[in-house]
Structure formats: structure tokens, C-alpha cells
């Protein structure tokens, strides 16, 4: 496989790099500080067309293709970590129509979720519920031409400012997860309440909060697939967002890298460089490699994506590999600027505080690890 980038991936990995430097980096730290997230700048993403690399372009996307979202979010992420979840938000539930949705479907939620003109999310996660999917509790039951939904989620992004949101729910909680199915919630409905989580350790900038869902009426017409669908589409969905996922742990990973080498670079210490010490050599270096590799796994998943082929095993090491290369490439900028890291002054606090997500998010690194290991030792192959 060639991953030279071809002209067209060079021209948006610049187009993204531009924006992330222009646009988000000027006010970033104040962003982050003030927990500030800024849908204006997420209606320019849309403007950009970043929400629109795996939607065609009758929806109103770009068809760039799941190498470009890997690029796009690395860019993002680099900047901000922040502003690439608002990619995942976007993208998540635009994909999921594309694979699942009616045409009507299609033409009345994608080209805005795409623009950014609606601020999406998608509703998996509960009290519960976390790693183990099928194990939530929000029902969905059908009234005559309605699916009253009744439950709650939490840990989702966007749930207080989000407009629609893909929403996981038992039409039939006694048959496990062949009951689950899949709905296109306007979050502006009746019977629909938030509550924002704000004591967090990083994402300050990407609001987060619990969804409660009380009597809430979804017309028939807003089911996703076809009931009993959800767990798959739900699997399908979270195989595209663990992409963009690990390619923003990647970009955190990159900026720690960034910053490292231009500290040991300037930092002198016993009459020398500190990047002349061959302990912080060794960090670099591994630095270096993990971040390369971690980009590799991401670009050939993205790849056989772009070709139509199973990449639920490639994307689980992708997503796992960045995580661990996020964290680690965070620790070490860390002890690289020593307390001037744990200080405000520099960004690299933000950087370790950002890291930890990637190795919770869009599926745990252990359960990438289960998925992984079962396919190798044969128990439940990957790619079906
Ligand atoms: O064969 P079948 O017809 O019985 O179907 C089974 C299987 O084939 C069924 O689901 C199918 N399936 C899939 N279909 C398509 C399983 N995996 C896939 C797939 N990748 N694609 C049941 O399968 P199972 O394996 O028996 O299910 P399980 O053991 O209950 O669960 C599997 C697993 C643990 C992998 C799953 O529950 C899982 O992925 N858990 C992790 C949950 C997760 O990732 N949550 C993320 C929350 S959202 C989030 O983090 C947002 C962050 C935003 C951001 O920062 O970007």
C-alpha cells in the first residue's frame, strides 16, 4: 500500500492545517480555560467541508473519502483537541444516515448536519451502560404512529447544545441487542431534558451532559433501519468515528512531539542543550516512531475504507495504538518540560489533560484489545 499523499489529500491536509493555526489557535487556551466551545467555529468547519469527507456530494459532502477525515482531524486536533470531537459529532450520524437512512431521511437531516447549520451528537453511553453496549436500559416503545422513548445517557458530546441526535434505544428490551434500533431525535422535543456534566479532566472545550428522555413522542418516520437494527448500525457507527478518534490522538500525540523537540532544543541544563542527552534522545525517538506508526495504522484503515473492505480489525488497532501513543507522548512532554509542563504557561498541561480521553472513548483501549485478541486466537473474527 502507497501512502504517499496524492495532490488532493496534500492540498486539504494544508486547507486544515491553515484553519487549525488561523482560526482556533489564537484563542485556544483562552477556549479551554473559560470551558468555552465555539459553534462558531464549528459552523466554519462545516463551511469548510470538513463534516462532509465520507458524504456524497448530493447530500451535500465532499466524497473526499476516510483518508481526508483521518487528515482533517489530525489537523484539528493538533490545535485543539477540543474542536476535533465536533468532527466525530458531525460525522457520526451523517455516516450512519448515509448507510442506513431512507432518501428522505438522507435529504432532510444530512446537508445540515454536514453544514453545521444543526449541531448533532449520538446517544449511546448510560449510567450502566459503557463498554457493554447492550446492556442499556433507554426504551423506545411504539404508540401508533410514535416511538415513545423513556431513559437516560450520559457522558454524550454535545448533549446540551445539540440540536438532533442519533439516539440508541430497546424496541424490544427482552430479546437483548437484536431489540435495539436506531432514531433521529430532534434534542428540541418535548419530553427532552440536559444536564451538562463540567467537572472534567480534559475536552473542556466540547460540552458534554447527560440526555434524559421523558415520554418523549419520535414520529415512526425517524426510525433509523429497521427495528432490531440499532446494534449493528450503532457497531457500524462507532467503526467510521473510531477513525477520526484515533487520528485526533494522533494530532495531540503530534503536538506533543512539536513541543518536545522544540523545548530540548532551547532548554539548557549542565552547559548543554537538553536535547543533547541522550534519556531525552531515547523519548524523542520513541515519540517519533510511536506517532509515525500510530498514523500508518490510522491511513491503512481509512484505506481499505476508501476501497469498500472490512477494517473493523485495522480500525481496533489503529484506535488502540493511537491512544497508547497519545498517552505516552503526553507523559513524556511532560517530564521533557519538567515544571514548566505542570505549569500553565505552556500548553503541555492541556496536552496531558487531553490525552486520557483516547483511552476511554469511542470503545475503551481494552475493548480494542478484545476485539483484537479475539480475532487473532480465533474466537470471533473482526472483519465479518
Ligand atoms: O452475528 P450477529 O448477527 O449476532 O451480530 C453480532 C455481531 O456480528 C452482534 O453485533 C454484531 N457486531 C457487529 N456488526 C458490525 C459486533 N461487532 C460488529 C461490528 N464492528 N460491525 C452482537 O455482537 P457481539 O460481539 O456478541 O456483541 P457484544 O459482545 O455485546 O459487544 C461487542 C463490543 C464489546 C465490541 C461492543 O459492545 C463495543 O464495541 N463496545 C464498546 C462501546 C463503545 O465503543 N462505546 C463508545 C461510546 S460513544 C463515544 O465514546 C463518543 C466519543 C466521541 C469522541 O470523542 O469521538
Redesign the pocket.
Same mark, same amino acid.
Given at each position: 500500500m502507497n501512502f504517499d499523499l496524492d495532490e488532493e489529500l496534500i492540498a486539504i491536509q494544508q486547507a486544515a492545517r491553515e484553519f487549525a493555526e488561523k482560526e482556533i489557535a489564537p484563542t485556544v487556551d483562552e477556549d479551554d480555560r473559560a470551558h468555552r466551545f465555539r459553534r462558531d467555529l464549528v459552523r466554519k468547519m462545516g463551511e469548510m467541508g470538513f463534516f462532509g469527507c465520507v458524504v456524497p456530494e448530493e447530500y451535500g459532502g465532499t466524497s473526499s473519502g476516510w483518508i481526508s477525515l483521518v487528515i482533517i482531524t489530525e489537523e484539528i486536533s493538533r490545535i485543539h483537541s477540543s474542536m476535533r470531537?465536533a468532527i466525530?459529532m458531525q460525522v457520526g450520524p451523517a455516516r450512519a444516515l448515509v448507510d442506513f437512512g431512507t432518501e428522505a431521511q438522507k435529504k432532510h437531516f444530512i446537508p445540515k448536519i454536514v453544514s453545521a447549520e444543526w449541531l448533532s451528537c449520538?446517544a449511546?453511553?448510560e449510567p450502566d451502560a459503557?463498554?457493554?453496549?447492550?446492556a442499556m436500559r433507554t426504551t423506545a416503545i411504539k404508540d401508533g404512529d410514535h416511538y415513545v422513548l423513556n431513559g437516560s445517557k450520559t457522558w454524550i458530546?454535545n448533549a446540551q447544545v445539540g440540536d438532533v441526535a442519533l439516539v440508541y434505544a430497546y424496541t424490544d428490551p427482552k430479546i437483548k441487542?437484536k431489540g435495539m434500533s436506531a432514531f433521529m431525535v430532534d434534542l428540541h422535543s418535548p419530553g427532552i431534558s440536559s444536564r451538562p456534566i463540567s467537572e472534567k479532566l480534559g475536552a473542556l472545550a466540547s460540552p458534554t451532559g447527560e440526555l434524559f428522555f421523558d415520554n418523549c413522542r419520535v414520529p415512526k418516520e425517524n426510525l433509523l433501519g429497521k427495528e432490531g437494527d440499532g446494534?449493528?448500525i450503532c457497531?457500524?457507527e462507532?467503526?467510521s468515528?473510531r477513525l477520526?478518534?484515533g487520528a +485526533?490522538a494522533v494530532g495531540v500525540a503530534r503536538a506533543c512531539r512539536e513541543a518536545s523537540v522544540q523545548y530540548a532544543n532551547q532548554r539548557v541544563q549542565f552547559g548543554q542543550k537538553i536535547g543533547e542527552f541522550q534519556m531525552i534522545q531515547d523519548t524523542i525517538a520513541q515519540m517519533v516512531v510511536q506517532e509515525e506508526a500510530a498514523r500508518l495504522l490510522l491511513y491503512r484503515a481509512a484505506a481499505l475504507k476508501d476501497k469498500g473492505q472490512p477494517n473493523?480489525l485495522e480500525t481496533s488497532m489503529a484506535k488502540y495504538y493511537a491512544g497508547e501513543t497519545c498517552a505516552f507522548a503526553a507523559d513524556s512532554a511532560l517530564k521533557i518540560y519538567g515544571a514548566y509542563g505542570y505549569s500553565g504557561e505552556y500548553p503541555i498541561e492541556r496536552y496531558f489533560r487531553d490525552s486520557r480521553?483516547y483511552q476511554i472513548?469511542? +470503545?475503551s483501549a481494552n475493548?480494542q484489545k478484545?476485539?483484537i485478541a479475539q480475532d487473532a486466537l480465533g474466537y470471533?473474527k473482526?472483519n465479518?
Open positions: 470531537v466525530n449520538f449511546i453511553t459503557g463498554s457493554d453496549v447492550g458530546s441487542y446494534f449493528k457497531m457500524t462507532l467503526n468515528t477520526s478518534c +485526533g473493523t480521553s472513548v469511542e +470503545g475493548i478484545v476485539i470471533r473482526a465479518r
